[in-house]
């Protein structure tokens, strides 16, 4: 959710940075070479999620514990509002999970700092020759692989129809309409619907601010770790936003800000109240689920003359430097990216995979939801877009500081122009720059 939905982390970071530290100092522990376990061993794996990607998560283990009979996987799983923080204060203790599930740029975050072990070392265990090259590179690092992208994943606008419906306002043509479009749509929505729904669930969001830049020929991040937008593009993402929540087609500023990092049932799509929210599509299925509503997702608005979307790993697989167990950590990994089984089971909740034989294998299972997903991100990954480059140490912090001062701007204690300096002065600092 990371991107995908990254939490509040400068506390992560600096216990982090005290992890870092204590891996140098306890440099003569190392953890074990990649070879065979003799006896039956414990890995703990952790990822964060719902209760139905927990329940999803916890069959594919089930799969692999059967097929490797001496491996046994603790699972380790919450919200993503504190996954982060208990993760750096785990990797501080040196008592890091053996294989931790990430997003964003937390990969770079943590391979940077030593937290992370090089999967080079476990290549007997761990194949990774059937993926496709552009989800290989999403989890390298200075070019050495540190994750395992869980599957393919997009910026989209997920849809209510029925909302539509009951409001009278037309669906858009997602192949031509401008975000000027997209918030005179969202503002004739709430005024037709009943106190409480409104036409898209959120103002704008970090991810977002990345699609903005790329619409404008810029990037969130430069290939070389330096910020790639200017302070125009800035300004005007935070003015978006601020006329969103202002005109009512999305929540005021006390609305937004109690909505920040809630569980998917818990939002306004996830409880039927909005028309629209600007989501990642891997969320399309749970969305659809919560909502008890045919969801549907439509491209960006904006996309023309330039496209800001982008083809993401929605997640990696990583494992701790520190893991005494690297070659059983390994084989999970293994498993949940290369097995049928795990395929089968996992169908499309971390994206659609990056494994052509694992999207073969899952496509006649795939519900209706998990379908639309993938169909959607078939559709983008036929667009000329320009590349990603994975945030530099430092750039987990950007995205907390892109929500603090948008909570100023919408409550407005800010200007959108002062917002826009602040962001700048911050982000660069937060990235060494």
Avoid at 179 to 187: H, L, N, S, T, Y
Avoid at 340 to 356: E, F, H, K, T, V
Wanted: proline content about 5%.
């Amino acid at each position: 959710m990371t991107r995908h939905g990254m939490p509040r982390i400068r506390q992560s970071i600096a216990i982090l940075s005290a992890a870092a530290m204590l891996a140098v100092t306890a440099g003569c522990s190392s953890p074990s070479s990649n070879k065979a376990e003799d006896g039956p061993v414990e890995i703990r794996f952790s990822w964060w999620g719902n209760a139905g990607r927990a329940d999803l998560t916890n069959k594919a283990i089930a799969e692999f514990e059967a097929a490797n009979p001496t491996i046994k996987v603790k699972p380790e799983y919450g919200d993503i509002g504190g996954y982060f923080d208990k993760l750096a204060t785990q990797m501080a203790a040196n008592d890091a999970p053996d294989v931790i599930t990430m997003g964003g740029a937390y990969p770079a975050e943590y391979a940077n700092r030593g937290a992370l072990l090089d999967l080079s070392k476990v290549e007997g265990s761990l194949d990774l020759s059937k993926l496709d090259q552009g989800a290989r590179e999403n989890g390298q690092v200075k070019g050495k692989q540190y994750g395992v992208s869980t599957g393919a994943n997009a910026l989209a606008i997920v849809v209510n129809p029925a909302v539509f419906t009951a409001a009278g306002v037309p669906m858009p043509d997602d192949s031509t309409w401008s975000w000027d479009d997209f918030a005179r749509i969202a503002g004739d929505i709430t005024a037709k619907s009943p106190k409480g729904t409104y036409g898209t669930a959120t103002v704008l969001t970090h991810d977002s601010l990345d699609a903005f830049a790329r619409q404008r020929g810029e990037s969130l991040y430069t290939q070389d770790g330096q910020l790639g937008l200017g302070k125009e593009t800035v300004r005007d993402y935070f003015d978006y936003s601020l006329k969103l929540s202002e005109s009512g087609a999305a929540p005021s500023a006390s609305e937004t800000v109690e909505k920040l990092n809630v569980s998917t049932e818990q939002t306004l799509m996830g409880m039927g109240k909005a028309g629209m929210m600007l989501t990642w599509s891997n969320s399309l299925t749970a969305l659809s689920k919560a909502s008890g509503a045919d969801l549907k997702l439509l491209k960006l608005p904006g996309e023309k003359p330039t496209p800001g979307i982008w083809l993401q790993s929605s997640q990696f697989y990583t494992i701790s430097a520190r893991s005494n167990h690297t070659d059983a950590a390994a084989k999970l990994v293994d498993f949940l990216v290369n097995n049928q089984a795990a395929a089968r089971i996992i169908q499309s909740d971390r994206g659609i995979p990056g494994n052509a034989d694992m999207r073969a294998a899952i496509q006649d299972g795939l519900t209706p939801q998990g379908k639309v997903e993938a169909g959607y991100i078939d559709q983008i990954g036929k667009m000329d877009f320009a590349p990603t480059y994975i945030g530099p140490t430092g750039s987990t912090a950007v995205s907390e500081i892109t929500a603090r001062i948008n909570t100023d701007v919408l409550f407005k204690r800010l200007t959108p122009e002062k917002a826009a300096e602040q962001w700048i002065s911050e982000s660069k600092a937060a990235i060494g720059k």
